[in-house]
């Protein structure tokens, strides 16, 4: 079955970096775009950024352009997310996602906590 | 922008739940999609292209509408349907969600 888990989440400070990664299994990888999605405690999800299959097609929410980078490794079946200029609006669970429209299988998500 | 309503509904097991999403623009295709999620867990998609239920749902859970208004009906509610639901819009970019609509136990 179709599993994705993330990692890498943690405490940061204003203006740091953090990368997170997804590790993708049973399913053809390679077929599927994916995403980040992140949810702040008491809000909605927020969609952040999908990639395509072989990284030709990108894009990314506005709240994040130019300071995530979403980056795939086909061979690893993951998907990686680079957090730079971290805001303490930044915290929340951040979730991997299969696909790039609507989202059948996430994971269990890993939180983020941006604080000083 | 999608707007859902009502925000809370207070209703009992085996009563239908109705839950509107209203879109400030034509979403284009049916692309809008229902969530449901309970707390601490991840949303589990219930319904894509407006009316198509997902993988494993159990036909309780309809979708209906089109253009910019579309509804999500649950038609006998069960204890484990008492959850947040979200609309989801992916006719453009960035995909957005509405607000949320809590069903909660009367």
């Known amino acids: 079955q179709v599993q994705l888990v993330e990692s890498g989440g943690g405490l940061v400070k204003p203006g740091g970096s953090l990368r997170l990664s997804c590790a993708a299994s049973?399913?053809?990888?390679?077929?599927?775009?994916m995403s980040w999605i992140r949810q702040s405690p008491g809000e909605r999800p927020e969609w952040l950024c999908y990639i395509s299959a072989y990284s030709n097609y990108i894009d990314y929410a506005d709240s994040v352009k130019g300071r995530f980078s979403i980056s795939r490794d086909n061979a690893r079946t993951s998907i990686f997310l680079q957090m730079d200029n971290l805001r303490v609006d930044d915290t929340a669970v951040y979730y991997c996602?299969?696909?790039?429209?609507?989202?059948?299988?996430w994971g269990p998500g890993t939180l983020v906590t941006v604080s000083s | 922008v999608l707007t859902q309503s009502p925000g809370t509904l207070s209703l009992s097991p085996g009563e239908r739940a109705s839950v509107s999403c209203r879109a400030s623009?034509?979403?284009?295709?049916?692309?809008l999609a229902w969530y449901q999620q309970s707390p601490g867990q991840a949303p589990r998609l219930l319904i894509r292209?407006?009316?198509n239920r997902a993988t494993g749902i159990p036909d309780r859970f309809s979708g209906s509408g089109s253009g910019t208004d579309f509804t999500l009906t649950i038609s006998r509610l069960e204890p484990e349907d008492f959850a947040t639901y979200y609309c989801q819009q992916y006719s453009s970019s960035p995909r957005t969600f509405g607000q949320g609509t809590k069903v909660e136990i009367k």
């Open positions: 292209n407006a009316f």
């Open positions: 049973g399913f053809t990888f390679t077929n599927h775009y």
């Open positions: 623009q034509t979403i284009d295709n049916n692309y």
């Open positions: 996602v299969r696909g790039g429209s609507n989202w059948e299988s």
